[in-house]
């Protein structure tokens, strides 16, 4: 029997037009670093007695499908994981196009995963799959890896890849050393390190039903939080978080004039920090942030990529 190995292994997905009905088409081929997506139904002790002291056989709990999946910050990919956490965007142009996703859709779509190891060979199905958060770290140097996390419906086995001819993408993936911080439309000096995180806040419609599976997961209450590390030359910063000054804060990469991905976090605030001295080397600061909807926006977060990537697949 072969044994899998990761490196062969394949990732395909497609946008749903029916919550947990995967699509027989337009998928989309991949790039993934790791696959954590699965299905998985634990075993319950049996409490039965009057049988001795060896116990009875155990009962199948209830079904989970979840995980996360690690993709790389890639210029063209991306387009299609932000789709999956923010909704349909705002595209336009014509060679050069600009993808506008903005925060709190009312509806957010769902995706089918197909997870292929050729090797074995195995293919499984996720569907019903909504992002329930998006975590991407800034630094200065390494790869540019976002890590989403997902909810499924469920899981099936599959006897051949669902796309034979799936969308791919031309790798383009940032490097660590093009991230940008900015404040109120400046650079942000001395950042060392940086994280933004977004969540939807989905919720598993648990319902009893015979096939064990979930009704759906929806989104409530979404969250955009994170931190910046500094290193302290001034108090503007300890300032601001002390007096709870609201700030506009942007996250992201430029690779050229056509080619960038910003996040954009409208209404900021800073927690007020620790300042440690930890030795003779310079201070540094953790700043935490949680964001809000701008009232004037009407919006917490704007995430704006610029690539030559048309569209994202067809809009469930």
């Not at 800034?138 to 890590?147: M, V």
Request: proline residues 6%; hydrophobic residues 40%; glycine residues 10%.
């Amino acid at each position: 029997m072969a044994l899998g190995f990761g490196a062969n292994a394949r990732l395909l997905a497609a946008f749903e037009a029916t919550y947990g009905s995967p699509p027989t088409d337009n998928y989309h081929r991949l790039g993934f670093s790791r696959y954590g997506l699965s299905a998985r139904q634990q075993l319950i002790d049996n409490d039965l007695l009057g049988e001795g002291r060896d116990p009875a056989p155990a009962v199948l709990g209830a079904l989970t499908c979840d995980g996360e999946v690690s993709v790389p910050c890639d210029a063209r990919q991306i387009g299609f994981w932000l789709k999956a956490l923010l909704g349909e965007p705002a595209t336009t142009g014509t060679t050069n196009f600009t993808h506008t996703f903005q925060s709190a859709a009312s509806v957010i779509p769902s995706l089918a995963c197909q997870a292929i190891n050729p090797d074995v060979p195995l293919r499984r199905t996720h569907f019903g799959a909504r992002v329930d958060s998006f975590t991407l770290p800034l630094r200065r140097d390494g790869l540019t890896t976002a890590t989403m996390s997902l909810i499924a419906q469920g899981e099936s086995a599959d006897n051949a890849d669902r796309d034979l001819s799936p969308t791919t993408y031309a790798p383009l993936r940032f490097g660590s050393f093009q991230g940008t911080v900015r404040r109120d439309g400046s650079a942000l000096g001395r950042v060392v390190s940086a994280e933004i995180v977004y969540r939807n806040g989905l919720d598993r419609i648990e319902t009893i039903r015979s096939d064990g599976l979930i009704d759906s997961v929806e989104p409530t209450v979404a969250a955009c939080t994170g931190n910046v590390v500094v290193r302290v030359d001034g108090t503007t910063l300890i300032d601001a978080a002390i007096a709870g000054t609201p700030m506009e804060l942007e996250f992201g990469y430029v690779r050229d004039a056509n080619t960038s991905l910003i996040f954009t976090v409208h209404e900021a605030v800073l927690s007020r920090p620790s300042v440690p001295i930890e030795g003779p080397a310079g201070i540094q600061v953790t700043f935490e942030f949680r964001g809000a909807k701008d009232p004037t926006l009407g919006r917490m977060l704007t995430a704006i990529l610029n690539n030559d990537s048309a569209a994202y697949g067809a809009t469930p």
